[in-house]
């Protein structure tokens, strides 16, 4: 048992523990892709119906980041955070029990509100203890560890659902948001720096993430990280029924499939530790979208050439790379002009992230048709995007 206040800053205990509350996020969706078949039979559904159990995840998601971030702002990190993990654990419990498809929609969109807190709230604690390039270091380090959730939460995901069903999968995230309770109650320090004094209302969160959106370099980056995890998205909640239904994988291969792909994006943060020291963010940023925009194209062409599982895997893998690299810089570089406002600046980005990837994983489902090509199609887009967007935006950036 964790000694009150024990993580500290630059110990491999506190990243750990932050990683594990950014890790909710692929958990709460990765783990449970593989029995999203036999949920669609045993709810006697259709795929739009449990394709939107994924979507409205992160509905859900963006609309809880509005108020973490402002709230914890003015009254502290760590209440904010055992609040958001407890309204998760109730929510997935919901989830283990829901008597049909419908039930399940509203508990994901819960579960995923509460899920929202604690994402949010590590980028601001990393803001709270670090400065500059070290923040990115800290973000990219979490990212290497978070990178094994989604390495392995697909593939354990379908061994639970082959021995318990669907339902123990739900069961599992129950389990983990109260493991995670007990580590931030008793090993987690405050860490916010001054509290915010403006009331919080609605108005009032408003008129803060308007003011954000006005700082140039801030929207930049913003959009940076918003396009590499619409394309990240896309394949999240497309690719169970492309390389299942299509392609012929079953459900244990498909684990396999993901976790290679989510290797990839833990060698595209190890790389962005080493690189950004060095090159500095800016190039690591850029890097990074060349490999996603590269990845996309280069899936474009193996389907139509050649359709196949490994068409998909294979340049995904680099896209999975330069999300590794460019996330996480990204991020940092987005949250570093606001020290007294890294909840808000951290939650607005949560918000155009998932609020954006929501509408791309509902298009990926309305234009599942026989064939992977929309998927490549979407996964290049916002590749190509986000390079677009570096283009444009250089003075912006530049000038800080």
Known sequence: MLKPDTLKPDTW????????????????TDMYLPALPSILRELETNHAAVQLT?????????????????????IGRKPVLIAGLAIYAVASLACTLAPSVEVLIVARFCQAFGAAGPVVLARAVVRDLYEGPRAGQELARMGSIMGLAPAIAPFFGGLIAAAGGWRFVFLVSV??????????????????RARETAPFSVRAILSGFAGLLRHRAYAAYLAVVTLTYCGLFAFISGSSFVLQDI?????????????????????GTLIGQRLAPRKGAEVTILTGCAALALGGAAMI?????VPSAVSVIAPMMLYMVGVGLALPQ?????LMPFPDRAGSASSLMGICQMSIAAAVGIGVGATHGGTALPLALIIAANGAGAVLVLLVSRRARMAG
């Open 54 to 74: 994924l979507s409205v995840f992160l509905v859900g998601f963006a609309a809880g980041q509005v108020f973490y971030g402002p709230l914890a702002d003015r």
């Open 247 to 267: 392609f012929g994988l079953s459900p244990s291969l498909y684990g396999i499939a993901f976790g290679v792909c989510a290797g990839a994006y833990v060698v």
């Open 175 to 192: 389990a983990f948001a109260a493991v995670v309770i007990v580590g931030i109650w008793r090993g987690l320090p405050e860490t916010i």
């Open 13 to 28: 205990a506190l990243t750990i523990l932050l990683a594990s509350l950014t890790a909710l996020g692929p958990i709460s």
């Open 330 to 334: 990204a991020q940092a570089a987005a």
């Open 301 to 305: 062409v193996a389907v139509l050439a």
